[in-house]
């Protein structure tokens, strides 16, 4: 299952590239919103091989879920993996400069199975998927305005 988005954001992509690489406050965000997530020993992000443990709940279950940020391209983005009771899961947040104080922020996601009860799981979420993408694009947007507002980085401002 494949999930993208993309919103243009006002503001120039230096500010976006830095608010969209504040994973301490990101994941802060996450632990806000029942998922338990915790950095594991190794680079600190923005470097690749930094990585995560996280824990959440979905339709009555526990999922434990180990994320690392695999390739990162700075100015321009980077690719996190998952792997999850067999699910692989690969984000990847890319930019594009529009012009001088335009940007756009896109986010894809891309969820594999390689059992077959996360086969079973995997075909339940496609039945959704309307609803994952539009909950992606509006957390998307709103983070976009949090950008043009200067509120999305831990220092306060949009770098």
Do not use: C
């Amino acid at each position: 299952m494949k999930l993208t988005v993309r919103q243009d954001i006002a503001a120039p992509a230096e500010a976006v590239y830095a608010a969209v690489t504040d994973f301490e406050l990101f994941l802060g965000r996450l632990n806000g919103h029942g998922v338990r997530i915790s950095p594991l020993d190794g680079p600190e992000p923005p470097e690749p091989g930094a990585k995560w443990q996280a824990a959440l709940g979905w339709r009555g279950s526990h999922y434990d879920i180990d994320i690392e940020l695999v390739s990162v391209e700075p100015g321009t983005g980077y690719a996190l993996e998952a792997h999850s009771s067999g699910i692989i899961g690969l984000g990847v947040v890319d930019l594009v400069a529009l012009s001088e104080v335009r940007t756009r922020l896109m986010v894809s996601l891309d969820f594999r199975a390689t059992s077959i009860s996360a086969r079973f799981l995997l075909s339940t979420a496609v039945l959704t998927r309307g609803v994952f993408e539009r909950r992606l694009q509006d957390a998307v947007a709103r983070y976009g305005k949090e950008i043009e507002e200067g509120r999305a980085t831990s220092d306060g401002g949009a770098a």
